[in-house]
């Protein structure tokens, strides 16, 4: 039987890298794949900061998963393996209908995702993951906290600042401010010491912990 395997990891661990990797062993192996994403860098494309990058589907909240790669194969096109980057923000329906590509249609699915949000809080999709999938791992590629810990937990930041509320998915540009994203420890996630926040202290506090 196919499986439905999720890999995890905090931002910055090299999941897209490994995705394309995953491709690129299994086009290499002669099977033929469908690649996923939803809100990555540029869309339609799976990209990873080490420069590669290849075209996928973009799941949209109406997609059905199972419907669409059971259309691909009714219509004589070979589908040996699924790669879904981002399955983070997948619905839960679309992890379920990942675990009946993989029952039904004997496709082996690796997903791709960050396990928790800006407030420590699992992504639902990434929960249903975790209770669905076959084989759950964390990748190894660890990112770290500005203070050289292993980097645990994504933080959301407006000009430096740690954010411990807002919607879980930012659409379009809600400034003020300027949004973006930091991996920390977990104590340097609970103090809310962002990189911003420990270039700006004056005594010795930076020190690895
Ligand atoms: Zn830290």
Redesign the pocket.
């Given at each position: 039987m196919a499986e439905l395997h999720f890999l995890y990891g905090t931002m910055n661990c090299g999941k897209s890298t490994l995705a394309l990797q995953i491709h690129h062993n299994a086009v290499a192996a002669g099977k033929h794949c469908l690649l996923f994403t939803r809100h990555d860098r540029g869309g339609g494309t799976i990209a990873s900061r080490i420069g590669l990058a290849q075209p996928a589907i973009v799941v949209t909240d109406a997609l059905d998963l199972r419907e669409h790669v059971g259309a691909v194969v009714a219509a004589g096109a070979a589908v040996d393996v699924l790669i879904c980057d981002e399955a983070q923000f997948y619905s839960p329906r679309q992890i379920d209908q990942l675990g009946c590509v993989a029952d039904d249609l004997d496709i082996e699915v690796h997903a791709f995702g960050l396990l928790t949000d800006f407030t420590t809080s699992l992504f639902p999709g990434s929960k249903r993951l975790l209770e669905l999938a076959d084989r759950r791992q964390e990748l190894q590629v660890e990112a770290r906290?500005?203070?050289?810990?292993r980097?645990v937990l994504n933080a959301r930041t407006v000009d430096g600042a740690i954010q411990r509320e807002g919607a879980q998915v930012l659409v379009g540009d809600v400034g003020p401010g300027e949004v973006a994203y930091e991996v920390?420890?977990r104590?340097?996630h609970r103090e809310g010491?962002t990189r911003h926040v420990a270039d700006r202290r004056p005594d010795r506090s930076r020190a690895p912990?």
């Open positions: 906290c500005w203070c050289g810990e980097g920390l420890c104590a340097h010491t912990r």
